[in-house]
């Protein structure tokens, strides 16, 4: 689809509607991703319950593509394991935003709030580890 | 003005072999020109020609390649000096490009120049080339960086200019034209004032030298950055001017062959200019096809490419302020700016205003165009910028208007 | 060696249009291949692909054209940093070429990290891009810049670099291969005795990385300085590889638009790597025939390249030592040495002899080769001096003999 | 005429015969020239008698252009007055040397010797000038 089509079709659904935009007063886990060349800046944050994402949350600026592919993310992410960003592929997200065609500069912007979400999942899935093991140290 | 002066845009576009391009299909309305231009075919044709022909180092071998390339190496060296009215070819040093221009200033003169307490003086308007340098000399050596304000209109405060300089800054660096803004500032009286105060200065050329008209000679100022990839030019090469009488009293720059006169184990001697800052192989193609560039804006005539990006800059302001939502940046009047269009559509990113318009074969630029503290300034995160070229027409910003009303009905504006 | 496996010249000729040209009505016998190198007409023609269809500036852009340009400039890079065995393309960064490669790791690195009373460790055999940075170190920071001598068939005196890497110095820089005597340096073993003594390594690509297989991985430096003019690629760009850990350690060089993530009035931070390194805008075409060039020579397969120039070596050395008055500098045997072979010819002078060349279409260098230290040493004030490639033929070598025995003829030898 | 013939016909001569090479004991002016890129180096000596170059020497090393075309001035200027160096011109040079065809770089070779003797009889002019004046003062 061509990246007209898709602005039309989904992004700007989100992009106007943002769905789990915001902050959270107590979270899990949390990280911020920026892309320096074009100001692109998100936040993910979330709590966890049973090693489920229970509220998650994003804020932040920038293009259309940025924003809508981030909140959709939470949309997805929420409920599932949090072990489950392991899996989560470049393509997924394609996917999720329908196959667009996009050049690798655009591609930095859909991928932003995954990276978040990454760093963020990852960063409380070591924590967790370390809590677990810390009575053998 | 006489029609029979006037420039015809057909006959320039035709020497441009990439606007034949399709993009997505459609014509390529190229608009990204502050960030780099096109080449014509005179430019490519001389690069070819160097590199089937006489390709050899310059300066190095008596051989008739070597001469061939040494004669047409200092023949662009002429050709460029006189473009932009320096005194002489010996004052013109080639350099990578604007950047590698005020890095050479840093390095070759503000870190030996500028003391404790000193202060630099530069302006809110400036690309980070004419910013880094000075914050890093500065911290360097304990010195101060002073940003000039603009007024609402994005022209220079020259109260606040004026200020600045009372404090005898060791150098004043300033843009003769923003690459954001299109803001044309007046450098000759900058530089005048900055000599007054006892200042050395400099101008960052890198968005006049290619529009206007630019006669070093009278702007007075001590140094001149420009590059060429800007100028219809090769990438990877550019000039610094630098008044004989400062460069006489620097050091070189980078070390190396070329620049020296005699190396022993114990020490080296210097070359004469312009060679004592030449350090290395030059790119020799690309000073070659800078020669060939300004040499064909010559023959088109600066005044005429300056009247041209005028008649598109009126047009382009009137017709696009009409689009709804348009928030364009800059002084009002043509006459007091360059062929820069900074601007935001309502709530359409500049990023995906750039994607839609790119689907219309239309390339403009988008981000912080690197002068993030006129972001901030002007309070936005980044602007769109259309900007134009002696090559672009009327047609052009058409399809620009089009692609802007296209974008707004997408996103529901 | 296989026949079949053997290079074909006359198909390697084919490629480079240069080598159809005429000089003095002869046919060109181009000689002078250390100080610059034919491009072969698919290198000219990446240019003029660049140019005349997709020129944008790259990194900047999210237009089709700024796009295409970004993902074609960092297709060289990793083509470019494959072909010297580099672990990764954040590694290579794009500079102006070995002098300038050498100028970024002196003041990037040497000026932050070489104390007083340091030593730096060199070579007398080394082109002054690899002498003068160090010697302004040095006497920037109080330290002494240490000479490792020659033996007599100029190979390096390792019990004399041994003695100087026993006081730990801060750097070690060496060169690969001697663009004078022909000298191939064990840089491997050169390295790793460095490292034992606490130094840092950077080796002097520019007359190895076009010649001969390299693997950075296996020479274990943490510098590379190569430059692409003199390995079939554009004027104006080069590259060095620079270890990450220390890269990352390192300030940045020059500052402006590409090296930056943040600019503020306050204060600016650093982009990753390799950007960091490569302020303003690239010299993209160049970097991308570079990339084309690296493309050619690993299609020959560098492997060939090598064994074609040890065979003109081995061929010129046993031809050319009998021409009556020769005195041939450097290592005897061809397998340890590179494609370079200076001498002198009784009492004609360099200067003289190239001239009488060149009038029989024969370019060869005369000077000092931008190594005096090394003309100190060797008691002459400049040698002749003849490089090959791998489009030189033998009938190249036979030509320059003829030539050699004409000038002892006019010169009465 | 091609660079080959005149190493030939004229500069062979003098390169190995080299006329007025040497230094004086005694001089009224000298000057020292070289050039950078080709080692080449040459100094010019001379005695005045009657406002004339009486004994004239260089001495230096080169290639064979430079050495024999400062021999060669050497001879052309003897006898001659100290002035007539303001009206010596590249042309001259180039016609006592048979007019060769010469690139850039060698025309450099072929001229040092006459910016030696233009820098040393200046020199001479210039003080023979202060000390006619030096009563004024
Ligand atoms: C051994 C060596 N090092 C460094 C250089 C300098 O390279 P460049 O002039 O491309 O900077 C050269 C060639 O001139 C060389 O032969
Ligand atoms: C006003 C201005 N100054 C400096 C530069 C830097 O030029 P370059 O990237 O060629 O070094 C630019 C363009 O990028 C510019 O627009």
Not at chain 1, 71 to 88: P, R
Not at chain 2, 64 to 90: I, Q
Not at chain 2, 99 to 128: P, S
Not at chain 2, 170 to 182: D, I
């Amino acid at each position: 689809m061509s990246s007209a089509e898709i602005y039309k079709e989904i992004i700007l659904d989100y992009y106007r509607h943002p769905r789990n935009y915001g902050k959270l007063e107590k979270t899990d886990g949390s990280a911020r991703e920026t892309n320096p060349l074009c100001g692109d800046d998100v936040e993910i944050q979330f709590s966890v319950a049973d090693g489920k994402f229970g509220e998650i949350r994003y804020s932040g600026k920038g293009c259309a593509i940025s924003q809508a592919s981030t909140s959709m993310l939470t949309e997805l992410a929420k409920g599932k394991q949090v072990e489950w960003v392991k899996e989560l592929s470049k393509e997924d997200v394609f996917k999720m935003l329908g196959n667009p065609e996009l050049g690798p500069a655009r591609v930095k912007c859909a991928l932003l709030g995954m990276k978040a979400l990454k760093v963020a999942a990852y960063g409380y899935l070591g924590s967790k580890f370390e809590e677990n093991n810390g009575s053998d140290s | 003005m006489l029609k029979s002066e006037a420039l015809n845009v057909e006959k320039v576009r035709a020497d441009f072999p990439i606007l034949n391009r399709k993009v997505h299909g459609k014509r390529l309305v190229y608009l990204d020109n502050a960030a780099t231009t096109q080449k014509p075919n005179v430019v490519i044709d001389t690069l070819v020609d160097y590199y089937s022909r006489y390709n050899a180092n310059a300066h190095r071998s008596v051989h008739t390649l070597g001469e061939e390339a040494t004669a047409a190496f200092e023949g662009a060296r002429k050709t460029v000096s006189r473009f932009v009215g320096a005194s002489s070819p010996e004052e013109l040093i080639f350099v990578k490009g604007t950047t590698d221009a005020t890095n050479l200033v840093r390095f070759a003169w503000a870190e030996k120049n500028v003391k404790r307490g000193d202060t630099i003086v530069t302006t809110l308007m400036e690309h980070h080339s004419n910013i880094v340098p000075w914050q890093l000399v500065a911290k360097k050596k304990g010195a101060e960086v002073k940003y000039v304000g603009l007024n609402k209109d994005g022209t220079l405060k020259m109260d606040e200019f004026e200020d600045a300089i009372r404090e005898s800054p060791a150098l004043v660096a300033v843009t003769q034209c923003s690459n954001v803004l299109g803001t044309i500032n007046d450098v000759a009286r900058i530089c005048r004032l900055a000599h007054e105060a006892g200042a050395v200065s400099l101008v960052d050329g890198a968005q006049s030298a290619p529009h206007m008209p630019v006669d070093i000679s009278k702007l007075g100022t001590d140094f001149f950055a420009f590059s060429a990839h800007k100028m219809m030019g090769p990438t990877g090469i550019g000039a610094l001017y630098g008044r004989k009488s400062l460069l006489e009293g620097m050091d070189p720059f980078e070390g190396g062959g070329d620049m020296i006169k005699e190396v022993h184990t114990s020490g080296a001697t210097w070359n004469d200019l312009p060679y004592k800052f030449e350090a290395g192989t030059s790119n020799i193609a690309g000073a070659i096809g800078f020669g060939s560039a300004a040499n064909y804006l010559s023959e088109i005539g600066m005044d005429k490419v300056r009247r041209h990006e005028v008649e598109l800059l009126e047009y382009a302001l009137e017709n696009l302020s009409k689009v709804k939502g348009m928030t364009i940046y800059g002084p009002e009047d043509a006459d007091q700016r360059g062929g820069v269009l900074s601007f935001n559509l309502s709530d359409v990113h500049p990023h995906d205003l750039a994607t839609i318009l790119d689907e219309r074969g239309i390339a403009i630029r988008s981000g912080h165009h690197c002068a993030q503290p006129l972001m901030e300034w002007l309070e936005v995160p980044a602007t769109s910028r259309a900007s134009f070229y002696v090559y672009n027409s009327f047609d052009d910003v058409d399809s620009l208007k089009e692609g802007l009303e296209k974008a707004n009905e997408m996103f529901g504006a």
